[in-house]
């Protein structure tokens, strides 16, 4: 459907000495657009959206300045009252046939670490960089108008996608949908720790307490950028995507009886990385913690239960009415206990 491509991938890894070595790999992989994105039916739609025109909108985007020039260029006065802001206005949304590929070009470099003389000890190290073409975006009718009015190259064909009254300049229609707008840029830096610890290294008095577990995982986002028509977009910073997160689980396994404590981090963020200095009430967000923990006992061999606790503490992120629903689901939920049967044949 979307023709002939190449995918391929290249690596290597040298250890100098058995405590420590290096890897590094390269690809290219390819994307097809699904189905729904090629061939889903054009339908009416009713949104509300964001108008980057309008006087609440007008100092926002990642070039404010570039986005006033192009609203005045249309003629639309300082100080406008955009309807489609307060109440929805009829649209249409469906699949697009003419999508080409998604390519992505991608290096990752690791550095790794086992020492000998701490046995159960693992740390790795990696720098991934990430590029993306041709990325297929699902446009909404906010997204179309800011592809025109915070571009280099105003008017252009996002500026085609909709359409306002010459008169009031209020939006009368446009034309949501799937397109290849965009190129994605993303490096960041991974880190996992890993350590298992059997008690009875003290002795064997302690032959019988069990063992703890340690792992770490911990992520920083060095960029993560959109660009489009000329335009670059941050993707990382906000409540949804914080630069800085990791998950830690300490495990302490004895016979048939398992815990763990888990420690889950979110960095400090924005609710809106684009919104311009009074856009937004209390953007920024302070970091964020929270603890889950399970409990579980293997009666028989094929029997085993499980109770746990998420969000021991009932912690709730500041205004938590607007943080991104994905990642702060279970917080949202508030302290939540669960108990798990599982029979195993």
Same mark, same amino acid.
């Given at each position: 459907?979307?023709?002939?491509?190449?995918?391929?991938?290249?690596?290597?890894?040298?250890?100098?000495?058995?405590?420590?070595?290096?890897?590094?790999?390269?690809?290219?992989?390819?994307?097809? %657009?699904?189905?729904?994105?090629?061939?889903?039916?054009?339908?009416?739609?009713?949104?509300?959206?964001?108008?980057?025109?309008?006087?609440?909108?007008?100092?926002?985007?990642?070039?404010?300045?570039?986005?006033?020039?192009?609203?005045?260029?249309?003629?639309?006065?300082?100080?406008?009252?955009?309807?489609?802001?307060?109440?929805?206005?009829?649209?249409?949304?469906?699949?697009?046939?003419?999508?080409?590929?998604?390519?992505?070009?991608?290096?990752?470099?690791?550095?790794?670490?086992? %020492?000998?003389?701490?046995?159960?000890?693992?740390?790795?190290?990696?720098?991934?960089?990430?590029?993306?073409?041709?990325?297929?975006?699902?446009?909404?009718?906010?997204?179309?108008?800011?592809?025109?009015?915070?571009?280099?190259?105003?008017?252009?064909?996002?500026?085609?996608?909709?359409?306002?009254?010459?008169?009031?300049?209020?939006?009368?229609?446009?034309?949501?949908?799937?397109?290849?707008?965009?190129?994605?840029?993303?490096?960041?830096?991974?880190?996992?720790?890993?350590?298992?610890? %059997?008690?009875?290294?003290?002795?064997?008095?302690?032959?019988?307490?069990?063992?703890?577990?340690?792992?770490?995982?911990?992520?920083?986002?060095?960029?993560?950028?959109?660009?489009?028509?000329?335009?670059?977009?941050?993707?990382?910073?906000?409540?949804?995507?914080?630069?800085?997160?990791?998950?830690?689980?300490?495990?302490?396994?004895?016979?048939?009886?398992?815990?763990?404590?888990?420690?889950?981090?979110?960095?400090?963020?924005?609710?809106?990385?684009?919104?311009?200095?009074?856009?937004?009430?209390?953007?920024?967000?302070?970091?964020?913690?929270?603890?889950?923990?399970?409990?579980?006992?293997?009666?028989?061999?094929?029997?085993?239960?499980?109770?746990?606790?998420?969000?021991?503490?009932?912690?709730? %992120?500041?205004?938590?009415?607007?943080?991104?629903?994905?990642?702060?689901?279970?917080?949202?939920?508030?302290?939540?206990?669960?108990?798990?049967?599982?029979?195993?044949?």
């Amino acid at each position: 459907m979307t023709g002939s491509y190449w995918t391929y991938m290249f690596g290597g890894s040298w250890w100098p000495t058995r405590d420590f070595g290096f890897s590094g790999n390269y690809a290219q992989s390819v994307r097809n %657009p699904s189905v729904t994105e090629l061939f889903s039916p054009k339908s009416r739609v009713n949104s509300m959206a964001s108008d980057p025109c309008a006087a609440e909108d007008i100092a926002s985007g990642p070039n404010p300045a570039i986005r006033a020039a192009n609203c005045a260029k249309q003629g639309i006065p300082s100080g406008f009252v955009s309807d489609i802001v307060n109440y929805g206005i009829y649209g249409s949304d469906g699949g697009n046939a003419r999508l080409k590929n998604e390519v992505s070009h991608s290096y990752t470099g690791s550095f790794h670490f086992t %020492p000998h003389f701490v046995p159960g000890l693992q740390l790795d190290a990696s720098f991934v960089d990430v590029k993306i073409s041709n990325e297929i975006m699902d446009l909404g009718i906010s997204d179309i108008m800011s592809s025109c009015y915070d571009s280099k190259s105003f008017p252009n064909a996002y500026c085609d996608m909709f359409t306002r009254d010459p008169n009031t300049h209020q939006v009368t229609g446009y034309e949501e949908g799937f397109v290849n707008i965009a190129n994605q840029h993303m490096q960041a830096l991974e880190a996992s720790l890993k350590y298992y610890l %059997p008690l009875r290294r003290f002795g064997r008095q302690f032959e019988s307490w069990g063992a703890f577990d340690l792992s770490v995982n911990y992520n920083h986002y060095v960029k993560n950028t959109q660009t489009f028509l000329g335009t670059t977009y941050p993707e990382v910073g906000s409540t949804s995507s914080p630069k800085d997160s990791f998950t830690a689980n300490l495990n302490y396994i004895r016979g048939p009886l398992f815990i763990q404590w888990q420690t889950i981090y979110y960095g400090p963020s924005k609710f809106n990385v684009t919104a311009g200095e009074y856009a937004e009430t209390d953007n920024n967000r302070p970091d964020f913690f929270y603890f889950n923990t399970t409990i579980g006992y293997k009666i028989t061999k094929n029997f085993n239960v499980n109770f746990m606790m998420n969000n021991v503490f009932d912690a709730l %992120p500041k205004d938590v009415g607007t943080v991104g629903l994905a990642r702060y689901y279970d917080v949202i939920l508030g302290r939540a206990f669960e108990l798990q049967a599982g029979v195993h044949f």
